[in-house]
């Protein structure tokens, strides 16, 4: 006898919900039509699937073996939708995006609200990853374009420099520190401290330079993105030292960005495949990044050289 969807689809839902009842209520059908598919899979294999006890389906150890294939054949199947889902979007239009964390929320919501101005008929898809995973999703045809951390140059992809800016200490307003125009290592020794995690290569960069200034911070508090540090500092758990991009995002919650002194670059890398491999619409999304990276740059640039000039006795704030 040949299996069928339906006898897998059914197979599939009791083994993830663990009840007939459920698995027919995820499926849209009747227990009977459940029980029934069930059964006319065992004869179709051959296999006892499930053992009847107290009136509830058991699985068998050849049931928890075989579910193992059946879920990687509907990842199989979801994978051949997923592409064929691509091809059709790439048809009219359709850009695929890869991008750190630090960059998913409002920088990248601010260079899609460009691009869209320019071409209001395209979709998108924004995936923040990993460096190592947008490196492999722009290879792998995932994503058509990606900003990675770091200075890259990976084969099979064009690679360009995409920010080396510094990165800035970040308080909450009304922070002491926020009288300063410059905050320096020794600084951070008096307040407690919100960081990235420790492996993040950044974070260790700032480990390295505090314990150079024998700088022990006066408590920790760590988290995986720059988005949460940033988010964490504008209520007043501590302070940080962060990428300014991101710290942009917080300014409306009170967030005050100041030069952090001696200069911790943030290095980035964009990637995309060879300009004749890639969609029409990658040159247009890549100009429009770097345009709004630089608007962007040039207002935190603005936020310091206000905050040096205030902080600077030649020139003292305009009167009220």
Known sequence: MKIAMRQLDAFMAVMTVGTVTAAASVLNTSQPAVTRSLRQLEDA?????????????EPTAEARDLIETVRDSYAGLDRIAQVAENLRRRRTGHLRIGCLPAFAQGFMARA???LLGRHPGISLTVTPL????????????????GIAAYELDVSSLETQAFTACN???????????????????????????????????????????LTAHD?????????????????????????????????????????????????????????????ET??????????????RRDQDLARVSGLLNRAADADDPRHPPPRR
């Open 130 to 145: 990993l460096s190592s995973d947008v490196i492999k999703a722009t290879r792998n045809r995932a994503v058509d374009i």
């Open 167 to 209: 990165e800035v200490a970040v308080m909450p307003a009304g922070h002491p520190l926020a009288a300063q125009a410059s905050v320096s290592p020794q600084d951070l020794s008096r307040y407690r401290l919100v960081m990235l995690a420790a492996v993040d290569p950044y974070r260790q960069r700032l480990d390295r330079l």
């Open 45 to 57: 294999t051959g296999l006892t699937l499930f053992a009847r006890v107290r009136g509830r389906l």
């Open 278 to 291: 890639a969609p029409p619409l990658v040159a247009a999304f890549q100009a429009v990044l770097e345009q």
């Open 215 to 275: 700088v022990v911070p006066h408590g920790l508090v760590e988290t995986p993105t720059s988005s949460a540090l940033c988010a964490m500092v504008a209520q007043g758990i501590g302070i940080g030292v962060v990428n300014p991009l991101t710290a942009l995002d917080f300014l409306s919650d009170g967030l005050v960005l100041r030069q952090f002194a001696p200069a911790l670059p943030f290095v980035t890398t964009l990637l995309r495949r060879p300009a």
């Open 112 to 114: 899609i609200a460009d």
